[in-house]
């Protein structure tokens, strides 16, 4: 019985290694950039060229920004097609959509992908980041997925992964993905990202990165041409229009690369050994990615996840307590108002529930996806959409007190209301600041960048003695005039990026910098530089974790998972705590030590501070 299992296995191996075929290895397209639709366009005219290609792999970047009209646009190139193709999303598709990645999964029917061709099974997976600038991160609910497919698949069966990013830590959870897979017969991994052809290796399983399909200092752009036959794959780069393609890495499947000795690297919790005070009293984990700061009344906590579920837990355990499914990814940070919880959709809608049993009170539709995050001044719910719109809303009533409509672009982060105006930043460029009893514009500010990228769209401005501090994308902390919007000054010369705080006092704005620091700036009409720096050792940082005060402490996020408190006047670290190893949002701070924290994985936890 034995010998007749090993015989046939033998002719199954020899079968599949026979089975010789090609396919088109496209990726980073980056349509709606500068030459991105007219790179594509000569990219499918050449494929549909070619006679021996079976199908086509498009593996992230689509799209520059991930908008509504990018990936429309894409998408009409693509289908032109004759051979059938397979697409994942990659950080552009989704770090900038307007949709929080919704439009690429109606436009092209899915985010991952799984099929069997000759033999061998290709398994493409998502790795976002959403909404957020962090690090790429496959999504909870596709790391479920995955491991779903992979019980589904024969332990011996071929297999290709196909991921945006490379599987290392380019992700933060890339061990989610490789620890899953080496228990399978991984012939090799492709991937985009890096706008490069390179051979890479993930701890032992062989990879190659493809150069984008964009032309960029040269006249024409180009993609691979991937040949899989007996015992070997080889990539060769294709020129559009050109003849013949340039093999330039074989790798060999017969033979395993030799691991003995490999160094393989997992994320530390060293830091919890640190400062032993520090306790989460629970922790509850969604099913899909949690990308928003939790709200709570002291009795419920409420978040939303990327896969549409609003969720209430218990405060005191964390345990869940009601859920409400939308039909759209959440990024939208929750407000409670006292007997209802308010919050938006990538649905399209903007939703008030019965914070104790998550009944719709009333439901508000906006003509795209509600990204934003609202908040509320006496009765009145402010939030603005993907639609170009920002709402005044009566809490009680569901009726729209006023409309604005002259936004450029996406409205993704969390308004100021300040002096009688309400202050937000969009993608298209501007920050805006609107009457907040009629809506109607007092004024708008820029940073006089022409790329979209730089937008002070993911900004929380904070503001004191008519000063309105942000700091956007550009890395410059900027010193705004709120009566008429005129740049008092701009500082940049500490990096940071989009996570500032205030001083209890408003004497001082702290910013987190890209490089371990903590700066602070004294607030006031003139720059005066850095009043101070604190060296918090927390590496590479570039998430939009603000810096938020809990009583005399001040508490911010990181892209690792890791939550840190400093204290200003000694100038000092209280504490740090590691989480996970994902993104950490912007926290909520209750007093009395506890810290109310989400993740990007969808870890939800109450931290105190000072457990005895």
Known sequence: MKFKFLFFALIFAIQVNAQEFKYAFVTDTHVGGSTGEEDLKRTVRDINNLKDIDFVLLTGDITEMGTNDEIKLAKSIIKGLKTPFYIIPGNHDTGWSESGGVDFIKAFG?????????????????????????????????????????????????????????????????????????NYNVQYAICGHGHANRALDFEGIPATMGRSNLRAKAEIGGYNIVTVSNGKVEFAEKTPGVEGSKLWRTINTNTKPDTEGLLINRPSYHVNTLYSKVKPLWKYHSSANVILTPATNNEIVVIGNSLGTIEALDFKTGKLIWDFKTKGAIYSSPVIYKDRVILGSGDGNIYALNVKNGQKIWQIKAKKAVLGSPIMVENIVYIGASDGKFRAIDVNTGKIKWTFSGVPGAIVGKPLAYNNMIIFGSWGRKLHALDINSGKMIWEWDNGHANRMFSPAMVTPVAKDGIVYIAAPDRVLTAIDASNGTTLWRNATTTVRESIGISNDGSEIYGKTMNNEIVAFKTGKVDEGVSWRLNMNYGYEHVPSMIVANGDEYVFGTKNGIVFSFDPVKRNTNWAYKIDNSMVNTVNTLGNHLVLVATMDGVVTLLNSNSK
């Open 110 to 182: 899915y985010d991952k992908f799984y099929f069997d061709h000759k033999g061998y099974r290709f398994i493409g997976c998502a790795s976002g980041p959403y909404v957020r600038m962090s690090d790429g991160h496959i999504p909870r609910d596709a790391v479920m997925w995955l491991e779903d497919v992979l019980d589904k698949t024969p332990k011996d069966m071929p297999l290709i992964f196909v991921n945006h990013y490379p599987t290392d830590n380019s992700l933060d959870n890339w061990y989610d993905a490789l620890d899953r897979l080496k």
